[in-house]
């Protein structure tokens, strides 16, 4: 059996699921529009591979505290459908199909509470991602663990393969696709490495080093 690890926000997504969430709330009026300055700068800096991963995540999760969770599930279904579905790219769902007899997992470093149900729309029953901590039913803004971001994305994908009873050495080949530079670490860990819609850093990377390279836009 194959292990096919995707990456989710500019990958199989046309866009990123955090800065999506945040223009959300700032168009609903939740936010402040002086927010979006800071989105667009956060974003930035993930992208260029400037932030730090614990930065990075806390930046997004210091949005949640101030709501209850029944509010914030309120809004995740608004923004699943109004956000994220159309950045469902068709082309990423063909290749999800694609690869249905191999184990196939999201791994990702936006929390799981966003997430979840864009896997299921996906149709992937595995997602490795960021595990924001709830207390007493309400996100305390910080996470349980490492980021699941850069080399975190291995670790968790370690952590993840032992509840599985797997190693990775047991798969006949193991797959990533990815567009970020932030994944490196991952791509190398990989059989098989693929480079989606890469930033110019990736892409550089995968030229030299022979990797694939396709789009999904």
């Given at each position: 059996?194959?292990?096919?690890?995707?990456?989710?926000?500019?990958?199989?997504?046309?866009?990123?699921?955090?800065?999506?969430?945040?223009?959300?709330?700032?168009?609903?009026?939740?936010?402040?529009?002086?927010?979006?300055?800071?989105?667009?700068?956060?974003?930035?800096?993930?992208?260029?591979?400037?932030?730090?991963?614990?930065?990075?995540?806390?930046?997004?999760?210091?949005?949640?505290?101030?709501?209850?969770?029944?509010?914030?599930?309120?809004?995740?279904?608004?923004?699943?459908?109004?956000?994220?579905?159309?950045?469902?790219?068709?082309?990423?769902?063909?290749?999800?199909?694609?690869?249905?007899?191999?184990?196939?997992?999201?791994?990702?470093?936006?929390?799981?509470?966003?997430?979840?149900?864009?896997?299921?729309?996906?149709?992937?029953?595995?997602?490795?991602?960021?595990?924001?901590?709830?207390?007493?039913?309400?996100?305390?803004?910080?996470?349980?663990?490492?980021?699941?971001?850069?080399?975190?994305k291995i670790e968790h994908l370690q952590r993840w393969l032992v509840a599985q009873?797997?190693?990775?050495?047991?798969?006949?080949?193991?797959?990533?696709?990815?567009?970020?530079?932030?994944?490196?670490?991952?791509?190398?860990?990989?059989?098989?490495?693929?480079?989606?819609?890469?930033?110019?850093?990736?892409?550089?990377?995968?030229?030299?080093?022979?990797?694939?390279?396709?789009?999904?836009?």
């Amino acid at each position: 059996m194959n292990l096919v690890l995707f990456d989710l926000d500019n990958t199989l997504l046309s866009g990123d699921t955090d800065v999506e969430w945040l223009e959300f709330l700032i168009e609903r009026g939740i936010l402040p529009q002086s927010a979006q300055r800071e989105n667009l700068e956060m974003d930035r800096r993930y992208r260029s591979g400037q932030a730090d991963a614990r930065e990075y995540v806390r930046f997004y999760l210091r949005f949640y505290p101030p709501h209850s969770m029944a509010s914030l599930v309120s809004l995740r279904e608004k923004f699943i459908a109004t956000r994220i579905a159309p950045r469902m790219l068709p082309a990423a769902r063909a290749l999800v199909q694609e690869n249905k007899q191999s184990l196939v997992a999201i791994i990702t470093a936006t929390n799981r509470f966003l997430t979840e149900p864009i896997a299921t729309a996906f149709g992937i029953e595995h997602l490795i991602a960021t595990e924001p901590q709830i207390v007493d039913g309400r996100f305390t803004g910080d996470i349980v663990g490492v980021p699941c971001m850069r080399e975190g994305k291995i670790e968790h994908l370690q952590r993840w393969l032992v509840a599985q009873k797997r190693e990775l050495t047991d798969f006949t080949q193991t797959h990533f696709y990815s567009d970020s530079i932030n994944d490196l670490p991952l791509l190398e860990r990989v059989t098989h490495p693929v480079a989606v819609d890469p930033d110019p850093r990736l892409a550089e990377i995968a030229r030299q080093r022979g990797w694939r390279s396709l789009s999904l836009r």
